[in-house]
Structure formats: structure tokens, C-alpha cells
T-cell receptor
Framework: GAVVSQHPSWVICKSGTSVKIECRSL??????MFWYRQFPKQSLMLMAT?????????EQGVEKDKFLINHASLTLSTLTVTSAHPEDSSFYIC?????????????FGSGTQLSVL | QKEVEQNSGPLSVPEGAIASLNCTYS??????FFWYRQYSGKSPELIMF????GDKEDGRFTAQLNKASQYVSLLIRDSQPSDSATYLC????????????FGSGTKLNVKP
């Protein structure tokens, strides 16, 4: 399957700082990337849909000014958690869609565990 | 609200048995259906996808889709302890951005 790389794998930061997470599709071009967060023992929660060259579409309840998404190229999307607080601590996972129509599939990065002190 | 429902489990099966995981979805406009495996602390890994009614087999895994009943299942034959994980059902919607919606997952325990 397609490979999606996500960095960093984990990050610890102080409250009030900003954290940037990178997501790259290594062997395919991803017009659309998705950002999820996951709390322990809970399912994936879609935060936003990122399309190359356009503004991200955020799900209801997700603060777009807090979670900045940039999809500058067909292989790179970034999520910046601005002014992070302890309640932002979570497992953040990016994904990229590969293929089209009925053959479109979602591949995930390895995830980023964010801990805000 | 588009919903994907799964029994949270845990589902316990002995090694070598068949594990059956089930998923229902609410939106009849759903296009494609996926099963992902997620180990604790890791990101989901695609196992199977299906978009036509009936069965699709890949090794020890069989996905079954019944669009009339809005039901998709995953069978794991000859279950191994390494199959112990949470299995996520996902549904792709045919809207502007082709979003994927996930169920809450079923935890599978395969006992040696």
C-alpha cells in the first residue's frame, strides 16, 4: 500500500507553545489529506479535510484558528497546534487518500502523540 | 449525522477459530467500505476494502457487504494471537471531499 510519513512521532511541550506536525505522502500524490485526533480507547475523530492549494475544511467544533492546516504541495500537509494547552494532549493522526472513485483508499501516518505540560 | 456502528467488544475467540466482526452504517449513499486494524498506540492499517455486494477474500480475511441491510462484516479465519487488536470499520461518503467516517472499533482478543 501507499506510504504516509508523519513527524514527529511524539512531542512534549509547555503550555502556550505551538507545535507543528508534518504529514507526507512518500510514493504518491495526495490531493486530499485528513487530520484526525484520537483519545485513549476512543475512535478516530475527524478534525479537518485538507486540499492542496485551498483552505482546509474543518469539522464542527474544531477551532480553525487553533489548529492551523496548510497543504502547500501534493505531498505535504502540516497541522500546527497553536498556543497548546493540556486539553490538546492527544494522538494526532494524518491520512492521505490514494486512488479515485470506488478504488479510493485511506492510508495513515504513524501518528503523533502530543503531551502538553 | 452519518453513523457507523460497531460493537465495542471485547470479542474473545480461541486461537484457530473464526472471528466475526460486524458493522452497520446509516447512510445509503455510502460508496466504499473499509476495515482497518489498529494496535494499541499505533495508527490504523488498512486490511480490506469492498464496494460491491457479496464477499471479498484476501488470505485469511473475508469482507462481506450487504447494501440492502446496510451491513458490512469481516471474517478472520484461523485467528492468531497477533490478530488481537481493535478493528475499525470505515465508510466512504460520496460528497464533496469523499470523507471517510469511522466506527468506534471492536476490540478482538485471540487467546492462545
Amino acid at each position: 500500500g501507499a506510504v504516509v510519513s508523519q513527524h514527529p512521532s511524539w512531542v512534549i511541550c509547555k503550555s502556550g507553545t505551538s507545535v507543528k506536525i508534518e504529514c507526507r505522502s512518500l510514493d504518491f500524490q495526495a490531493t486530499t489529506m485528513f487530520w484526525y485526533r484520537q483519545f485513549p480507547k476512543q475512535s478516530l475523530m475527524l478534525m479537518a479535510t485538507s486540499n492542496e492549494g485551498s483552505k482546509a475544511t474543518y469539522e464542527q467544533g474544531v477551532e480553525k484558528d487553533k489548529f492551523l492546516i496548510n497543504h502547500a504541495s501534493l505531498t505535504l500537509s502540516t497541522l500546527t497546534v497553536t498556543s497548546a494547552h493540556p486539553e490538546d494532549s492527544s494522538f494526532y493522526i494524518c491520512s492521505a487518500s490514494e486512488g479515485q472513485g470506488f478504488n479510493e483508499k485511506l492510508f495513515f501516518g504513524s501518528g503523533t502523540q502530543l503531551s502538553v505540560l | 449525522q452519518k453513523e457507523v456502528e460497531q460493537n465495542s467488544g471485547p470479542l474473545s475467540v480461541p486461537e484457530g477459530a473464526i472471528a466475526s466482526l460486524n458493522c452497520t452504517y446509516s447512510d445509503r449513499g455510502s460508496q466504499s467500505f473499509f476495515w482497518y486494524r489498529q494496535y494499541s498506540g499505533k495508527s490504523p492499517e488498512l486490511i480490506m476494502f469492498i464496494y460491491s455486494n457479496g464477499d471479498k477474500e484476501d488470505g485469511r480475511f473475508t469482507a462481506q457487504l450487504n447494501k440492502a441491510s446496510q451491513y458490512v462484516s469481516l471474517l478472520i479465519r484461523d485467528s492468531q494471537p497477533s490478530d488481537s487488536a481493535t478493528y475499525l470499520c470505515a465508510v466512504k461518503e460520496f460528497d464533496n471531499f469523499n470523507k471517510f467516517y469511522f466506527g468506534s472499533g471492536t476490540k478482538l482478543n485471540v487467546k492462545p
